[in-house]
């Protein structure tokens, strides 16, 4: 199915203090976020949601269900947020996760980045390159921990089918 319906949550969520913290998108995206960073999609609802199936990819998921992001309009981009972690107890942090990034000749890029507060501007912690229609399980050390830390991934459209994040874990 093609994706037309972004996450929205208005839950507020304690700080995740347990760990590991794994999130694989089977029950939704609690306590997940989206913000849109730059422009608009006239063309449908462009933005970070939760599906099972998407009739333009092979690529297979997991169990069922990952967050996609997708859009038909370049330029336009979306940030999906985690809640906040208190990662002050852990000695080297770092998250684990899968990513596929989906091409019809034009990919969709992919970055993630952190904060140490919400007073923070998103700082970037690498930009995913993997090839193209695969899923390619990455790793990133976590800089500054803190006691509200938060990471988001970040996708603009390029006219390309999308990209997808799967089997996050702190």
Known sequence: ??????????????????????????????????????????????AWAVIDEYELSDVIPFISEYAMYHTWEIGVSGRL????????????????????RLSDGVTEGLTVHYKASAED??????????TPDEWILDSIAL?????????????????GYGVLVDNFTV
Not at 121 to 130: K, V
Not at 149 to 154: G, M, P, R
């Open 1 to 46: 199915s093609t994706p037309t319906t972004p996450i929205s949550f208005a839950t507020l969520c304690d700080v995740i203090t347990e760990y590991p913290y794994v999130q694989d998108f089977e029950s939704g995206a609690n306590c997940w976020s989206v913000e849109s960073i730059q422009g608009e999609s006239d063309f449908y609802d462009a």
């Open 81 to 100: 947020v985690t809640p906040m972690f208190d990662l002050t107890s852990l000695t080297n942090p770092y998250i684990k996760f899968d990513y596929a």
């Open 121 to 130: 501007s998103w700082t970037l912690l690498a930009t995913m390159n993997g």
């Open 143 to 159: 800089p500054n921990p803190s006691e509200t830390y938060q990471i988001s991934f970040v996708s603009e459209g390029v006219y």
